[in-house]
């Protein structure tokens, strides 16, 4: 019997998306930057946040930016590109 595989949220390069990540967040032919702060999928968060406060979304990363606040993103790899990682 096959095992099913979690899911890892990824960047359209294929890189996994980790909770630190500093990102460009692409909507409408606009971008802003942000950080994840949690990997919902991984269960991994930055500090001062807890992964499982998140498990109700299902999947996805949450990315807090000052410009948009605290966002939940499904379609990870076709919204988010890696800028750096800590």
């Known amino acids: 019997m096959r095992v099913p595989q979690a ?3 990824r960047y359209k390069n294929g890189e996994e998306i980790k909770a630190g990540d500093f990102v460009r967040v ?3 032919g606009d971008s802003v930057k942000g950080r994840v702060v949690v990997v919902i999928d991984t269960a991994a968060a ?3 946040y807890i992964a499982n406060e998140w498990t109700y979304r299902g999947t996805g ?3 807090k930016s000052d410009e948009i606040g605290l966002v939940h993103f499904i379609k990870t ?5 890696l800028e750096s990682r800590t």
């Open 46 to 48: 930055i500090e001062g």
């Open 77 to 81: 790899h076709e919204e988010l590109v």
């Open 7 to 9: 899911y890892v949220p």
């Open 61 to 63: 990363v949450m990315v």
């Open 26 to 28: 692409e909507l409408a």
